[in-house]
């Protein structure tokens, strides 16, 4: 049974920076690529940014540049660096186990509970 945790979520003032940290439990992290998604009230739910078992990552055109995806494969853990961050940020955040083909990924169907972030203008 794959379980994922997430974390890291708050509030905070535009222009701060948060981190978020996502712990997987039940599969072979090392192979898998994660993704973050988040959704905001009365939207539809997106991807954030996602990282391949080899390191590479893809970004939402919106936090191209303040934000950042990174795994610690030893911890079983995906991290998202927050930084710059916007109002328009506000919104639940997720953790997905997908996969990675031909340089995009795709979810799968394990997430997470999720983890509020409010960003106050």
């Known amino acids: 049974q794959v379980q994922l945790v997430e974390s890291g979520g708050g509030l905070v003032q535009a222009g701060g920076s948060l981190r978020l940290s996502c712990v997987a439990s039940g599969s072979t992290f090392r192979f898998t690529a994660m993704g973050w998604y988040r959704q905001a009230p009365g939207k539809q739910r997106e991807l954030v940014a996602a990282i391949s078992s080899g390191g590479s990552t893809v970004y939402a055109d919106s936090v191209k540049g303040r934000f950042t995806i990174s795994r610690d494969d030893a911890k079983n853990t995906v991290y998202l660096q927050m930084s710059s961050l916007k109002p328009e940020d506000t919104a639940v955040y997720y953790c997905?186990?997908?996969?990675?083909?031909?340089?995009?990924?795709?979810?799968?169907?394990?997430w997470g509970q999720g983890t509020q972030v409010t960003v106050s203008s």
């Open positions: 997905n186990l997908g996969v990675w083909m031909s340089g995009s990924y795709s979810p799968g169907r394990y």
